[in-house]
Structure formats: C-alpha cells, structure tokens
C-alpha cells in the first residue's frame, strides 16, 4: 500500500480479517489524517455479523490453539517482533500518517518498544507456571493451573 497519500491509497481499503481471510466489507468509513486533513485510505467498517463471524472463527480455533506448547507460542511472538522490527520504518510511517503521530514518538519510541514487549512476553511464556496452595480444610489438597481461558472480543473505542 502506497503512503504517500496519493490517490491510489485514498482508494485502497483496509480489510477485516476473519478466519484468516481478508474480509472487504460493502461499509466503510474514511481514515482522515489529522496532519495533512485527507482521506489516506477507507476501513472496512465491521458489523455484529462480522464480529460474530470473528468470535466463531477464533473459537473453532480455540481447541486446537490451548494445546499449543509454549515454545510454540513464544516462537509466535518472536517472530511476530522480528517482522515489527523489520518493517520499522513502514509501520512508524502508517502511525504517523492515521494518528498524527510524530517521528520521534512513532519510529523512535512507540514501534521499539513494542517490540520489545513482544519479546519481553515471549520470554515470560516458558516460565507459567501453576502452584499447590495450602487448603484450610485438614486432608483436603488443590492444584493450581494456568492454562488458556478462551475468546475474548475486544472493540477498540476509536
């Protein structure tokens, strides 16, 4: 995608991405830079439907996803990091074209730092562990295990 604001990407919409498939909905909304006061390219614009659609594709997934290793799931973000990372420039330069942000917080602060925590996290993942409580009841036991919970549909207020 151009970022240079030209025509072609004021023509290009951002897809919702559902089940692993671009999902290019019939409504969308304009993104409007808030520095150059232009339309950068539209969003496809989700509905309950769609949100429904995405809350059943991550649960079919779900199953197989809590039987992951941690290695697995730590190899995850890691290269989730190295892909951030190397594509630094291009990543500050979309944040810096949708929010207004400026270089030194784009490039310099906020896509650094969010590598780091991808790693910081991949690194923590081996070390979950559970715990064996003491129980007040006299002959009774508990085990404590850490294991995924399950979906959670999160709607960003912007």
Request: charged letters at 15%.
């Amino acid at each position: 995608m151009s970022t240079n604001g030209s025509n072609s990407a004021a023509s290009y919409t951002v897809p919702l991405l559902i089940n692993g498939k671009e999902v290019t909905t019939s409504t969308t909304f304009p993104v409007v830079s808030p520095s150059s006061h232009e339309t950068i390219w539209h969003s496809s614009s989700a509905s309950v439907d769609d949100a429904n659609a995405a809350v059943a594709a991550a649960s079919a997934a779900f199953p197989a996803w809590s039987k992951t290793k941690p290695s697995v799931r730590r190899n995850i973000l890691l290269k989730a990091a190295e892909i951030l990372e190397s594509r630094a420039d291009e990543c500050a330069g979309y944040m810096m074209q949708e929010t207004g942000a400026e270089a030194m917080f784009a490039g310099g602060f906020n896509i650094p730092l969010t590598v780091e925590m991808l790693r910081d996290v991949a690194g923590r993942i081996s070390g979950i562990m559970g715990s064996i409580p003491v129980c007040a009841s006299e002959g009774t036991s508990a085990l404590v295990l850490k294991e995924p919970f399950g979906v959670v549909l999160g709607i960003a207020p912007w």
